[in-house]
């Protein structure tokens, strides 16, 4: 089978494994995010995830504490997410290891780049958790950095409720227009929120394409890799 992309990095929102919940995990969606990434496995693809945290914590939204205290407990929630993903994954006999921009060995590796690498090469789900490690900076932001370090060939960027980039938000404005491919200077000119302008700009500046889809249909990412246009495709 010949796949489009090579070696993938799959940027999952917290939000977008808390489900319907909008908090915590749902291992429902767990377990279906989890089929698909052994399907796409399976079709030769290489696939690295970066997850977030938001369902449990982010730190700009603290308003009264230290923004570097806050921004760490928002790490450490992008671990446990990424914990689930690696038990859901090995139970269906995919194997993974969760690498961590924080040190953290009892629980997980810590994140070395070259490893990183030789893990994909040999078949392996690697979970990137733990964030860059940096306060201010986002998963988006991450998924940028560990794309550009590994070369991933696209992001594969996982929205909860809107299945690609719209000129508004579709869900309040029914006039709103859904983008098939949008370069990287659109994305920061027009404002659209699809990531942090750090991790738009980290992107333009290195190439890498970011695909937006929607992760109520996780089946989307293998026609992805397969070539299909889904969603919305933000390159130069
Ligand atoms: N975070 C951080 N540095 C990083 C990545 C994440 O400080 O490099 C913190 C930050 O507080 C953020 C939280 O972790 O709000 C959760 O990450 P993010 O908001 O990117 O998660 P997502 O929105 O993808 O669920």
């Given at each position: 089978m010949d796949c489009k992309?090579?070696?993938?990095?799959?940027?999952?929102?917290?939000?977008?494994?808390?489900?319907?919940?909008?908090h915590g995990i749902s291992p429902e969606i767990v377990s279906r995010i989890s089929n698909v990434?052994?399907?796409?496995?399976n079709m030769g693809v290489e696939v690295a995830i970066v997850v977030g945290g938001g369902n449990f914590w982010r730190g700009a939204s603290a308003k009264d504490m230290d923004r570097t205290t806050?921004?760490?407990?928002?790490?450490?929630?992008?671990?446990?997410?990424?914990?689930a993903l690696q038990d859901a994954l090995e139970k269906i006999g995919?194997?993974?290891?969760?690498?961590?921009?924080?040190?953290?060995?009892?629980?997980?590796?810590?994140?070395?780049?070259?490893?990183?690498?030789?893990?994909?090469?040999k078949g392996?789900?690697?979970?990137?958790?733990?964030?860059?490690?940096?306060?201010y900076f986002s998963t988006d932001t991450t998924a940028a950095l560990r794309a550009a370090e590994i070369n991933a060939d696209?992001?594969?960027?996982?929205?909860?409720?809107?299945?690609?980039?719209?000129?508004?938000?579709?869900n309040k404005n029914p006039d709103?227009?859904?983008?098939?491919?949008?370069?990287?200077?659109?994305?920061?000119?027009k404002g659209l929120k699809i990531m942090d302008s750090t991790a738009t700009s980290l992107c333009m500046d290195n190439k890498i394409p970011i695909l937006v889809f929607g992760i109520e249909q996780p089946e989307s990412i293998e026609k992805i890799v397969m070539g299909d246009n889904i969603g919305t495709i933000i390159k130069e």
């Open positions: 992309y090579k070696r993938i990095i799959l940027k999952i929102s917290g939000e977008a494994l808390s489900g319907n919940a909008g990434v052994k399907n796409v496995i806050s921004d760490y407990m928002g790490m450490l929630g992008t671990i446990i997410n990424g914990l995919v194997e993974t290891r969760v690498q961590t921009a924080i040190e953290m060995r009892q629980i997980a590796e810590p994140y070395i780049r070259r490893r990183a690498v030789r893990h994909l090469e392996r789900v690697v979970i990137f958790s733990g964030g860059s490690g940096n306060p696209i992001i594969l960027l996982a929205k909860n409720g809107v299945d690609g980039v719209y000129s508004d938000d579709p709103s227009v859904k983008y098939d491919e949008l370069n990287y200077i659109d994305v920061l000119n």
